[in-house]
């Protein structure tokens, strides 16, 4: 079955910057990559999604880059505020519907 | 437009005790996922339903934990018999059921606790 790995599992940057998540997955016939955003005691929030036939997607502060052949896709949020301070999962399809999740990156804005 | 919306979201149960989850999809949605989150891990998949119908349940346990979304009403997750490692929180997620690739939207959640 699918496996995605996601990367680092915690992340601290300062007020202002970019922060990076990096996440592989292993089944080639993945064709489906969303993000959520999960705050503390809420469920996953969807913030952003890719899908196979292109390679990058941008909306406002947020972009993900997907690159087939080698497995990967990332998640960049520029310009960070304290409110972007959540979990972030990377997830991907494989096999009809279900969603594969990565393991999550605990993000921390420092103002 | 209300979102998924899950009940209770939290439930208390003994050991040996039955816990019943339930998920109402958005307006217009016709499939329902469940996945299960242990603290501090992601989310992991349980089982895919339509209306009467089971799609996929690779992800559920063999025993004591079953699934519904019957033609009226909301979607059922039921553990029988509860033992402490089912204490976790309990997502659904819902999806129009048009295509394939879909985006799916989730609930806030049913947390349980087994003492």
């Known amino acids: 079955g699918e496996n995605v790995e996601q990367h680092p599992s915690t992340l601290s940057v300062q007020e202002g910057d970019s922060a990076v998540i990096k996440c592989t997955y292993s089944?080639?016939?993945?064709?489906?990559f969303p993000w959520y955003k999960q705050e503390l005691g809420k469920g996953p929030q969807l913030i952003i999604d890719?899908?196979?036939?292109?390679g990058e997607k941008k909306d406002q502060r947020i972009a993900v880059t997907l690159n087939k052949t080698a497995k990967h896709f990332s998640l960049h949020i520029t310009e960070t505020q304290p409110e972007d301070s959540a979990v972030y999962f990377c997830?991907?399809?494989?096999?009809?519907?279900?969603?594969?999740f990565g393991g999550g990156t605990r993000v921390l804005v420092k103002p | 437009n209300a979102g998924v919306m899950q009940n209770p979201r939290h439930l208390v149960r003994r050991r040996g005790q039955e816990a019943r989850l339930r998920c109402s999809p958005m307006?217009?949605?016709?499939?329902v996922y469940w996945y299960r989150q242990l603290p501090e891990e992601g989310l992991k998949f349980m089982v895919y339903?339509?209306?009467?119908?089971?799609?996929?349940e690779s992800g559920m346990p063999k025993e004591r934990f079953s699934a519904e979304f019957p033609k009226e009403g909301p979607s059922i997750l039921r553990i029988q018999q509860v033992v402490r490692g089912d204490s976790a929180a309990y997502f659904c997620?819902?999806?129009?059921?048009?295509?394939?690739?879909?985006?799916?939207?989730f609930g806030p959640g049913t947390r349980l606790l087994v003492l």
């Open positions: 997620a819902s999806s129009p059921g048009t295509a394939r690739q879909e985006t799916q939207y």
């Open positions: 089944d080639s016939a993945s064709n489906y």
């Open positions: 890719i899908r196979s036939n292109v």
């Open positions: 997830a991907a399809n494989a096999a009809g519907n279900k969603l594969t």
């Open positions: 307006k217009g949605h016709s499939h």
């Open positions: 339903l339509q209306k009467e119908n089971i799609i996929d």
